[in-house]
């Protein structure tokens, strides 16, 4: 007779997994309609925050990306990122939206109360990246205050500086394929597949089709020698990428998140 019983708690892990995560949104809550994609395969390296500076340097920062793990207590970071709290405090500033395409043309300012309460819309599949708005950066010295409370992965790059870029993003929209200097991009809340390519790789894509029309129409066709590093990002984690190095978001969930940029001095 074979018991129920490892069944039966498995099933009921899943269920408390289920409810916390999904009563820890803090405003962040995402429809089940709403999700169009799960997450995927992890290729790439994962490592905890016993990682050294110097092995930081030797084995990753020039040359692959990787996923790091709970870095940091970001508690009130995470806090303060509620979406109530966002509106409260900082629902009257402007915040500049840009075309989620590639070379993202169209920039649009906003108030971050109507952004969030009009403009962020789950993706609709048929609507290419040069007609959805999306926030991503562009953030001035007004949200000085809330990056006090955020603390970055511990790693860094030499004769490099570091600066933010703070946004939120609805189910189903991201950034397609493309490049810049190196840096880390964590969740704070909802969870984000990424799409990675090494510099010599140019990947195969349409600058205004969506990472979601991408991964639905294109990726499953691709051969596995091309097929990109990829992993998925959830709250707690964040993600490396060197320099140079392709890259596209897709996000699963309604979602927070935060980038630390290197750049010369």
Not at 116 to 138: A, H, I, R, S, V
Not at 161 to 177: C, D, L, N, Q, R
Not at 248 to 260: C, G
Request: glycine content about 4%.
């Amino acid at each position: 007779m074979i018991s129920i019983y490892p069944l039966f708690y498995t099933l009921l892990l899943l269920l408390l997994t289920s409810s916390i995560y999904s009563s820890d949104n803090s405003g962040w809550y995402t429809d089940p309609a709403s999700i169009l994609v799960q997450p995927g395969p992890c290729n790439i390296d994962i490592i905890n925050n016993s990682l050294t500076q110097h092995n930081f340097l030797t084995y990753f920062a020039y040359k692959k990306p990787f996923q790091i793990q709970h870095h940091a207590d970001n508690t009130q970071f995470r806090k303060a990122c509620s979406k109530d709290n966002l509106l409260q405090t900082y629902g009257d500033k402007i915040v500049r939206l840009s075309t989620a395409n590639t070379y993202s043309y169209k920039k649009v300012d906003v108030p971050l109360r109507k952004y969030l309460t009009e403009y962020m819309q789950p993706q609709d599949l048929k609507t290419p990246g040069n007609e959805t708005l999306y926030w991503f950066g562009e953030n001035s010295h007004e949200w000085d205050s809330l990056f006090k409370k955020y603390t970055p992965p511990p790693y860094k790059i030499p004769e490099m500086i570091e600066a933010y870029s703070f946004g939120a993003a609805a189910a189903g929209t991201g950034v397609p394929f493309h490049f810049h200097g190196p840096g880390y991009a964590e969740m704070i809340y909802g969870r984000k597949r990424w799409f990675l390519y090494p510099p010599d790789k140019i990947p195969d894509f349409h600058p205004n089709q969506t990472t979601l029309q991408w991964l639905i129409q294109h990726y499953p066709s691709l051969k596995p020698e091309d097929r990109p590093f990829e992993c998925t990002i959830s709250p707690g984690q964040a993600i490396y990428f060197p320099d140079r190095w392709w890259h596209a978001t897709l996000n699963i969930d309604n979602s927070v998140f935060i980038s630390t940029f290197h750049a010369h001095k």
